[in-house]
């Protein structure tokens, strides 16, 4: 059964951000009105007054740590859950990235592509035919560095009034801050008094986020700089303190500039992303990265690309399978 005096908690929430002293500044403020308005201590002995302040003390110390226990018991539970989450997670993107290296392995004996794909790799500078390629075109340094000098004086333009990422790749702003990965995004949101999570109100939808207090204008209430993903977003209060919120993204390709649409924006091209392998990566994400390099590098020696060389497999096999045909006057791009 709710305590009687929860009916009062939308008020004295409201009242309790205005003391931006904390709790102490709060206890100055009803201290004072009965004081002022009450005969609180004139009314009784001090004595009695003193035992009659530690008896409702005691009673409510007792009932705060038992919902603190009760709340760290169930984070606790929570964490547990997420990291068993977490780990079933990861060991099925090893599973995935297990079988995809064994179909790799078996595609290649059974083409009899492995060297080949070795020896591309080792030279790159040299075609098949062993001709040296050549650049397409040739620049003086000079004009490199005009051009380069151009391309930084636009890019300068274009990122003119952006807010200098914080440490964290984020932004800190005067009622939250916030940092990112490329896969997530935390928002700390601190707060001048302890609350419990009853008092916390916390609305994820796939574009848009409302956060505050229960009958109080929300700390923030705005629509995502992009989608995330709901089910995968979670909450805590850190010590009744602060607001932790941890939300994933659902593009994990790209560094967001704002949280919400009415934040300043960030420059995303002074984000220091921390290093990591390919092993990091998820099965998915890690051989889409690895199909991008292999493709760039072959660009870069005038080869053709992985989707490119397909169509010429299939080429070829057409051709070998009709001698017949006279394919001597058709141009392949």
């Not at 229960?214 to 209060?237: H, M, R, T």
């Not at 949280?259 to 921390?274: A, G, R």
């Amino acid at each position: 059964m709710a305590e009687e005096g929860d009916k009062f908690d939308g008020m004295l929430l409201a009242m309790a951000q205005q003391h931006t002293g904390g709790v102490l500044q709060l206890l100055e403020t009803f201290f004072g009105f009965l004081a002022r308005k009450t005969d609180f201590f004139t009314g009784a002995s001090i004595k009695d007054i003193e035992k009659l302040v530690m008896e409702k003390f005691r009673k409510y110390e007792k009932i705060a740590i038992v919902e603190h226990d009760k709340k760290k018991a169930e984070e606790k539970e929570s964490e547990k859950r997420r990291q068993q989450r977490k780990l079933k997670k990861e060991e099925e993107e090893a599973e995935e990235e297990r079988k995809r290296i064994e179909k790799e392995k078996e595609e290649a004996m059974k083409n009899g592509a492995e060297e080949d794909g070795i020896e591309e790799i080792i030279t790159p500078g040299v075609q098949e035919s062993g001709d040296v390629i050549k650049p397409d075109t040739q620049s003086s340094p000079d004009k490199s560095k005009d051009d380069k000098k151009e391309d930084q004086e636009s890019e300068d333009e274009e990122d003119k009034g952006k807010i200098k990422p914080n440490d964290n790749n984020g932004c800190d702003l005067d009622n939250y801050s916030w940092t990112q990965t490329l896969q997530e995004v935390e928002v700390t949101i601190p707060l001048s008094i302890r609350v419990k999570s009853r008092d916390v109100v916390v609305d994820f939808s796939r574009k848009h986020i409302k956060v505050g207090l229960k009958n109080a204008a929300p700390i923030i209430d705005g629509d995502f700089y992009n989608q995330i993903k709901v089910d995968e977003c979670s909450w805590y209060l850190d010590n009744e303190k602060a607001i932790i919120l941890q939300i994933e993204k659902s593009n994990q390709m790209e560094w967001w500039s704002r949280l919400v649409t009415s934040d300043p924006e960030i420059n995303t091209k002074l984000v220091n992303p921390e290093k990591s392998n390919l092993s990091d990566l998820d099965g998915e994400t890690r051989g889409m990265v690895e199909k991008m390099m292999y493709d760039q590098r072959q660009k870069e020696m005038g080869k053709p690309t992985s989707d490119e060389q397909k169509k010429q497999d299939v080429m070829k096999k057409f051709m070998s399978q009709h001698p017949e045909m006279d394919f001597s006057k058709c141009k392949f791009e």
